[in-house]
């Protein structure tokens, strides 16, 4: 039978009861229940006693899995690259969110409950990420993953290095050329932040020591692109690097620890499976692609057990899609590295759940199935992993944003929205995401 129920309203008791849970951290549990009070998770297991003022959702001969993460996305955005200058900290992905992207709801279908919104790969280091819930339908602010860390886009290779890119007539190309260049460029933005966080520190320490009828001291002057840096020296951002190479990527991490931080991530990494162990070592993880690869050169040494492989080695690996056909599967992505390279099947569902949270710093909030984090969830109609299953409903904080049974069609979603009164200032809600 169909799931067919009302969406509970926010701040309610709800119950997902007889379901085959696949918690991502103990095990599966099956026949189930799993109680959302106020938007998180209250209880989990086999023999919950459900509230008799819980609303109900039975998951008979459903599986229900935690929301799945998408570590690497363009998904509602209006803009992807600031192309003009190889350092572009200062941008911000916040700025250009869509609310009404219609890829939001197609990836809801897939299970989809959080994504990381990243600028393209044109520069060395690029713009300032968002991590985002997809609450489709609400106020773009609604969109936020409050509290979650800061992010900062990075990347090597051949986007960086524009080997693709013909500059019109007498136009000059843009520096670096080379992964030379590349490297440079990282490592005197990271001198000049040093050099700017110690004029700062200065400035403070001379206000500390202001005495009586000394005049204030004068502020150094404000570079938000070196705000940014300065932010991932203190370690309050998080450096997520668009990689291929494993040569490239033991650059990063060379630079990274001689100047103090740590990289987050390699996004796609498909080398990652030759450098395991110092990934493993530096605490890095990769979120790469399941089996795309060969497009470029760079991506030429790809092996489909890339992902089981850097598992095996100790490295926290994810499955991302860096496309919006391929978030509405990632399910389906992930059971690839049970195929390729024998990952478990634990290990498979966490790639795309738990190791993403992990790789994003939000593994405390969201990732898997447990008492205290938010009720992100997917119900299945079948195992997650078999080809013929499908998500037939996913919840947000406890509150239904996707449901097979009683879905309206995309266009009449957002032409409800075009009706709602405008929001922040008088902006107007207008149809059409950013594709």
């Known amino acids: 039978m169909p799931l067919a129920i009302p969406v509970p309203p926010a701040g309610r008791l709800v119950a997902i009861t007889n379901a085959t849970i696949m918690t991502a ?5 099956p026949r189930g229940t799993i109680l959302v009070r106020d938007g998180r998770i209250a209880e989990v297991g086999p023999n919950v006693v459900v509230p008799p003022d819980a ?38 992905i916040q700025d250009v969110l869509r609310e009404d992207a219609g890829a939001i709801y197609r990836q809801l ?24 819930k997809l609450r489709f339908g609400l106020p773009d602010d609604s969109l936020l ?12 290779g051949e986007n960086v290095r524009q080997t693709n890119f013909q500059p019109q007539p007498g136009q000059a190309r843009r520096y670096p050329l080379s992964r030379m260049g590349v490297e440079e460029v990282l490592r005197d933005a990271f001198t000049r932040a040093q050099a700017y966080q110690r004029e700062w520190q200065a400035y403070d320490s001379a ?13 150094p002057r404000r570079d ?19 990689a291929y190479r494993s040569d490239e990527m033991l650059m990063m991490l060379r630079v990274a620890h001689d100047f103090g931080f740590r990289v987050a991530s390699f996004e796609h990494g498909l080398e990652g499976y030759k450098i395991a162990d110092e990934l493993a070592a530096a605490g890095t993880g990769v979120s790469t692609f399941a089996d795309f690869w060969a497009y470029k050169l760079e991506a030429w040494d790809a092996i489909p057990e890339n992902a089981a492989l850097m598992a095996q080695r100790g490295v926290v690996v994810s499955i991302n899609s860096d496309d919006e ?30 190791n993403p949270a992990r790789q994003l710093g939000v593994a405390d909030r969201v990732g898997s199935i447990d008492v205290g984090k938010d009720a992100d969830l997917a119900i299945f109609s079948g195992h997650p992993f078999a080809p013929g299953s499908r998500v037939e409903m996913t919840l947000i904080d406890g509150r239904v944003f996707f449901d ?13 929205m075009r009706r709602q009164p405008p929001r922040r200032g008088g902006r107007p809600v207008t149809a059409g995401g950013a594709q």
């Open 325 to 354: 056909e391929r978030a509405r599967r990632l399910y389906q992505e992930a059971a690839k590295t049970i195929h390729y390279g024998g990952a478990s099947e634990e290990e498979a569902l966490r790639m795309i759940t738990l």
């Open 55 to 92: 609303q109900v959702i039975d998951a008979q001969g459903r599986w229900v899995t935690p929301g799945i993460i998408d570590e690497h996305s363009h998904t509602a955005i209006e803009a992807v690259n600031e192309g003009t200058n190889s350092i572009t900290a200062e941008t911000r």
């Open 25 to 29: 951290t103990h095990g599966t549990i």
């Open 145 to 156: 993953f409050a509290g979650a860390p800061l992010g900062q886009k990075f990347a090597l």
């Open 224 to 242: 938000l692109q070196l705000d940014a840096l300065v932010e991932i020296l203190q370690g309050r951002r998080l450096v997520h690097c668009h």
């Open 207 to 219: 206000r500390r020591a202001l005495r009586r009828g000394q005049a204030e001291p004068v502020p």
């Open 404 to 416: 097979r049974n009683t879905a309206p069609t995309l266009e009449n979603t957002i032409e409800q």
């Open 109 to 132: 279908a897939g299970g989809v409950t959080t994504i990381q919104v990243y600028h393209g790969s044109a520069n060395t280091i690029g713009g300032q990420s968002q991590l985002i």
